[in-house]
């Protein structure tokens, strides 16, 4: 049963499958609204702990709609889906609140709040769980130095560039020390300058043990750093392209 009790059991242990560690187990998941429109079809694909993939695909191919699956924006249609061994379409809403605070979620369009600073912004997930303010300022100040925005901590969201926010965003899912970071799109509003620096935050994030699945449209980010890849095309799983594959296939163009 999918209890708050039972997610934070889950969330401060690893779960152990088969001899290994999986953090995501998605089967048959399909999504539709109404009779006609289905957006996601036999969805089946398995994370291991650690893993940093790709989820890509054209505009409507399903990636947005598989990323809100999994954090428990809405509810699958069919199959199953869990994180570190917790069903998640089985959840209750409190339920669901229990496990956010574990996940670390970025969006393309950022979803900070403007009345509130960038510090106050970052700080925002670490007051949900009742933690006291020294703490707070602490780690608040430690994800704004490795982020290097520490020194606009004061300013508000409006008053940043695009990759700036992006940034705050980044910082914000960061500061619950995620063991699952999804990222929808981090890339698509900002400049591919700042598009690298955030995915050096990505990888140093990944490097000390977090998960990571991000969807994305835009390619150039594959060739410059490839990983596995999950790709969608109109709502279901085309490929899925391990590390392994896309080093071989890059080694053999530079030869041919």
């Known amino acids: 049963m999918c209890t708050a009790a039972a997610i934070s059991s889950a969330l401060t242990a690893d779960r152990i499958w088969n001899g290994s ?29 650690g893993e940093f993939v790709y989820v890509t695909g054209s505009s409507g191919a399903g990636k947005s709609t598989l990323l809100r699956l999994l954090y428990g924006g809405e509810r699958p249609s069919s199959g199953t889906l869990a994180i570190n061994g917790i069903n998640v379409s089985r959840c209750n809403s409190y339920a669901l609140a229990s496990l956010r605070r574990k996940l670390g979620l970025v969006f393309q369009d950022f979803k900070l709040l403007p009345q509130r600073n960038v510090f106050d912004n970052v700080a925002l997930p670490l007051e949900i769980q009742g933690k006291g303010q020294g703490e707070i300022s602490k780690r608040v100040l430690q994800v704004l130095n490795y982020v290097g925005l520490e020194h606009k901590m004061r300013t508000l969201p409006q008053q940043l560039s695009g990759g700036e926010q992006q940034k705050v965003s980044i910082a914000r899912a960061l500061i619950v020390d995620p063991l699952l970071l999804l990222a929808d799109e981090p890339s698509g509003n900002i400049d591919p300058e700042h598009t690298s620096e955030i995915l050096e935050l990505f990888k140093g994030a990944n490097a000390r043990g977090t998960t990571i699945l991000m969807a994305t449209h835009d390619y150039s980010i594959l060739r410059r750093t490839p990983r596995r890849t999950l790709h969608l095309v109109d709502g279901r799983l085309e490929n899925d392209i391990s590390l392994e594959e896309i080093m071989k296939t890059q080694r053999t163009n530079v030869g041919s």
């Open 21 to 49: 560690l999986e953090m995501i187990q998605v089967s048959s998941l399909g999504k539709s609204y109404g009779r006609d429109r289905a957006v996601l079809t036999n969805i089946s694909f398995t994370l291991t702990k």
